[in-house]
């Protein structure tokens, strides 16, 4: 997962390593501080190829070319 600040409009790319289930990623992810932290709010990526977390802004994005639940 590539960390970027939600407060210059970049997003958060995704693999599917990072997602704990295909298609689905989850915020706050595991690289924020804790004193940052929100209730968990889980997104469907898989779908749309990115998504913004209401509590903090966050957009997280699927990396271009990543193949979801590929073996």
Same mark, same amino acid.
């Given at each position: 997962?590539?960390?970027? &600040? &939600?407060?210059? =409009?970049?997003? %958060?790319? %995704?693999?599917? *390593?990072?997602?704990?289930?295909?298609?689905?990623? @989850?915020?706050?992810?595991? *690289?924020?501080?804790?004193?940052?932290? /929100?209730?968990?709010?889980? @997104?469907?990526?898989?779908?749309?190829?990115?998504?913004?977390?209401?509590?903090?802004?966050?957009?997280?994005?699927? *990396?271009? =070319?990543?193949?979801?639940?590929? /073996?």
């Amino acid at each position: 997962m590539s960390d970027a &600040s &939600s407060e210059t =409009g970049a997003a %958060v790319e %995704v693999t599917a *390593k990072d997602m704990p289930a295909p298609g689905t990623i @989850f915020c706050p992810n595991p *690289k924020m501080r804790l004193w940052n932290a /929100h209730p968990r709010v889980y @997104f469907d990526i898989g779908t749309t190829g990115e998504a913004r977390c209401p509590y903090c802004g966050t957009r997280y994005r699927l *990396k271009a =070319g990543e193949a979801i639940g590929a /073996h």
